[in-house]
């Protein structure tokens, strides 16, 4: 995940730190977040106030699946029959980290 | 090349404020033949055909064009993400019901101070109240609100009151953001930079609140550059990321590189698409090809781009220099004498604040565009 920068040049007062996601968690996607697809790229683009985030596939497929229904571990284990190399920890590293930057909110099981 | 992911669309320079820290240009008149209503359709479409994914809707006022809610859905219909800076002058409920109805994403509504006095002084208009207002719409339509405060040396001794206004008023994020120094806020940097004793007071309290407010508020420090030891990365680099069209149809890399002196491109007389890839102004600086020393050899040429060209301009006359800002920079001693005279013990002269007008009356202020290249100028 390699956010751009598109508004001007501002740095954060802190840095959040990491947050545990569990696999009953359901994430889904913050108010003023936007999932999008750049015909340009080809490729599907997280929408945030000031940032971009260009997504890999299965970094698109995994945000796909944050609807507020699907838990963390129904979507490792989509992701799983879809890529044969998405680790478990890796789904769980990205979206803690978008929940960090609370461009992802996470629902009891 | 890359294709740019954000459109700022300066709809108008208009505006029922009249903020000294105006990053808009002095030279206000030069700027009233606006694009018509299908000049900007068109040119949204253009954007994203382009590769834009964002449009920020700023101004002046983008609230005193009265297509703004056509526009708007225009943009979303292209799939954008809309984005309105605004000062909440103008936002009436049914205003922003028909903007929510039009797919606006996301709103930020800019206050100059959290007491009312205070920021009304600033803004030059009776509005702080319209602007809570304002806020509490915002929230109650459902929108995220952002709270913008421009940051300078008359209000920057309040933040943890502007902080706790933002708590109360349920702002999502908060952006302080320290005064850069274009436009306006040039003509009038002796009077709004703020002295180390302030600024360093000031950061303590937004970090001490960016932990407090973690779960519930984000809050955005953008850096003072004129007490920082490297130059901003200004846009992600020149003509990089991002593209601004003012009123009038020019295209330019960044809001403040109208000064600057290269040749003008306007959408008018061409395609966005031919302006990004091939027209001087956004040629000019891309990449690291046209960099002097020190930065050619620094090993921060690709973090920083050089700093800002603009405000490499603004203080040297010429805008292929190094960013002042930078302590290589060999004309880093006029941004160290603007910081040393911020914080001379003694200010009993402070010097006054020139509010920009509403509106271009007649005969504007002297025009920006300096002069000959290479000449030095002085902050007006």
Known sequence: MDPTRTGPTRTRSTTPPGVGVSGSDRPRLAAHVRLTFSRTRQRKALLHPETVVVLNGSGAAILELCDGRHTVAEIVTELGARYETVPDDEVRQFLARLVARRWVELTDG | ?380
């Open chain 2, 1 to 380: 090349m890359d294709s740019p992911f954000g459109l700022l669309a300066e709809l108008t320079y208009r505006c029922p404020l009249a903020c000294p820290y105006c990053s808009n240009p002095l030279n206000l008149a030069d700027y009233q033949d606006e694009l018509t209503t299908d000049e900007w359709l068109r040119v949204l479409t253009e954007a994203e055909d382009l590769g834009v994914l964002q449009c920020h809707l700023s101004g002046g006022e983008p609230l005193l064009r009265r297509d703004l809610v056509e526009l708007v859905a225009h943009a979303h219909a292209l799939g954008l993400y809309t984005n309105l800076i605004t000062s909440a002058l103008g936002f009436s409920r049914r205003k922003a019901e028909e903007l929510r109805a039009a797919g606006l994403d996301h709103v930020q509504i800019s206050i100059q101070a959290d007491e009312p006095a205070v920021s009304d002084r600033i803004a030059g208009i009776t509005s702080f109240r319209r602007k809570i207002e304002a806020m509490g719409v915002v929230k109650e339509l459902g929108w995220p609100l952002t709270m913008n405060v421009v940051l300078h040396r008359h209000n920057i001794d309040r933040v943890a009151d502007v902080l706790a206004l933002a708590e109360e008023v349920g702002a999502d994020r908060v952006e302080l953001a320290n005064t850069q120094y274009y436009g306006w806020a040039w003509r009038n940097r002796a009077a709004l930079l703020p002295s180390r004793a302030q600024l360093e007071a000031a950061e303590a309290v937004a970090r001490a609140a960016g932990e407090r407010l973690r779960d519930r508020m984000d809050i955005i420090y953008v850096i003072p550059d004129y007490y920082s030891r490297y130059p901003k990365p200004c846009m992600g680099g020149w003509a990089s990321r991002q593209l601004t069209v003012t009123p009038n149809g020019d295209v330019l890399p960044c809001p403040a590189a109208q000064s600057l002196p290269l040749p003008r491109a306007s959408v008018r007389e061409d395609s966005l698409e031919r302006i990004w890839a091939e027209s001087p102004v956004m040629t000019a600086f891309r990449g690291t090809d046209w960099m002097p020393e020190p930065c050619r050899s620094c090993p921060r040429r690709e973090v920083d781009f050089g700093g800002c060209r603009c405000q490499a301009f603004l203080l040297t006359g010429d805008a292929a220099r190094t960013d002042p800002v930078c302590h290589l920079s060999p004309d880093h001693d006029l941004v160290a004498k603007a910081v040393e005279a911020a914080n001379a013990g003694s200010r009993d002269d402070d010097p006054p604040l020139v509010p920009r007008p509403h509106r271009p009356g007649p005969p504007p202020v002297a025009r920006s565009r300096p002069g000959r290249p290479g000449a030095r100028r002085r902050p007006g």
